[in-house]
């Protein structure tokens, strides 16, 4: 008995002993790797260019940059955390942020592979219509790798054609070979000039076109306008549809937001200049309520990988729109603008019934043209 207790304390000294042996050598392991890969870190990458690509940076320090010197002896070396999807995209920001578009890094670090991003004239445009959800269509489609698009709307081919092409071409972002560029102007859909325009710049252009009801894109043509003039005084929506605001009169056909909804008038024209087949007829609806479904048409059209899936959507209830998990530019979850998905105004029944009518020939022209039924009643 006795015996067998010595044993046992004599046993437990000693695994006690190799327990804490072994915890030491790997203590001493793990500090020596992570101060040797720090270290060696500024020469593993060497240039000096890739260590600002935000990749690289995950895993450099938080130090400031005067004492990230590779020379420097003191170099204050912080081990940090790998930098998260959120931590990346705000280095990216930075980073562009403070360089000129051509020399951002990102670009610099493909030349360097040999690469080289220019910038081209469209490829593809969203060409309309105002108020339809071309924003939203322009926000989903540049998910996709193979696809860059001008952030804002060019209006090349409407107000500043004069300019010529050199200048519109450096308003696209720089694309590798095999890239697709982009630019979205809704207002080209009703310029009388544009088709010939845009068939002049290439007649292999790919147009494509996002519509919605036309009795409601009127209405959020006429909120855009009347959230602009807050303080002002704004005729009633009734007022301007119809002419001398008669309610179940005659619609007021001379009045921008009515006259774009004619979508059979302006298709016309495109036509004249375009084939059918290279346009696509994307419905505002329905980017609504199935996205997916809707970027997978799109991505047919232009050719593309069906990289755009439902993975990328989900629907915010507050906002009551779908909403995007991550973008370009952001990689937390967000949602289009304010100035996307406001508040419409009452319109009294009377008044939209009256509208519906008198669209209703163009809509059943326009799905005939297509080859699309819509489904606005
Ligand atoms: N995902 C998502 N989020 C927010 N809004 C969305 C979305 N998809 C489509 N829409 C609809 O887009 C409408 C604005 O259309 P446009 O982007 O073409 O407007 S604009 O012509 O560029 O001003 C906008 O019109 P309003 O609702 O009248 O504001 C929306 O209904």
Not at 70 to 89: C, D, M
Not at 164 to 172: A, D, E, L, S
Not at 331 to 346: A, E, V
Request: proline share 6%; glycine share 6%.
């Amino acid at each position: 008995m006795f015996r067998h207790g010595l044993f046992l304390r004599f046993i437990s000294k000693k695994v006690f002993f190799i327990f804490i042996s072994i915890a030491l050598i790997i203590a001493y392991t793990i500090y020596a790797t992570n101060t040797c890969l720090v270290r060696s870190l500024p020469y593993i990458l060497k240039n000096d260019e890739l260590t600002k690509f935000p990749s690289a940076l995950s895993i450099l320090s938080t130090a400031r940059p005067e004492s990230r010197s590779h020379n420097n002896k003191a170099t204050v070396v912080r081990l940090v955390p790998l930098l998260t999807w959120s931590g990346l995209a705000e280095e990216q920001r930075k980073v562009e942020k403070n360089a000129s578009k051509d020399g951002a890094p990102k670009y610099r670090f493909l030349r360097q592979q040999g690469l080289h991003p220019v910038r081209r004239l469209p490829d593809a445009l969203v060409i309309g219509v105002k108020k339809s959800g071309t924003r939203a269509l322009l926000e989903f489609i540049r998910l996709h790798p193979d696809v860059r698009a001008a952030g804002s709307e060019v209006h090349f081919f409407d107000r500043h054609y004069s300019n010529g092409f050199t200048w519109y071409r450096h308003k696209m972002p720089p694309t590798l070979e095999g890239q697709i560029t982009m630019e979205k102007t809704p207002s080209y859909f009703v310029t009388k000039e544009a088709p010939v325009r845009v068939h002049q710049m290439n007649p292999t252009t790919k147009l494509l076109v996002v519509v919605r009801d036309p009795v409601t894109r009127a209405i959020s043509d006429y909120t855009q306008v009347a959230s602009k003039r807050l303080n002002k005084d704004m005729k009633s929506f009734e007022e301007l549809a119809f002419v001398n605001g008669s309610q179940c009169g005659i619609v007021n056909t001379s009045w921008g937001p009515v006259r774009i909804g004619v979508y059979a008038r302006h298709l016309e024209r495109w036509l004249k200049y375009f084939p059918l087949q290279q346009m696509l007829f994307v419905s505002g609806e329905r980017l609504v309520v199935d996205p997916a479904a809707e970027m997978a048409r799109v991505q047919n059209f232009l050719g593309l990988k069906h990289v755009v899936t439902e993975k990328h959507f989900y629907f915010n209830a507050t906002k009551g729109f779908p909403c995007l998990m991550k973008s370009e530019g952001r990689s937390t979850p967000h949602c289009l603008g304010k100035t996307k998905g406001r508040n419409h105004p009452h319109i009294r029944p009377a008044a939209l019934e009256r509208l519906r009518q008198f669209y209703r020939p163009f809509n059943l022209r326009f799905y005939q043209m297509t080859g699309i039924n819509f489904g606005w009643s």
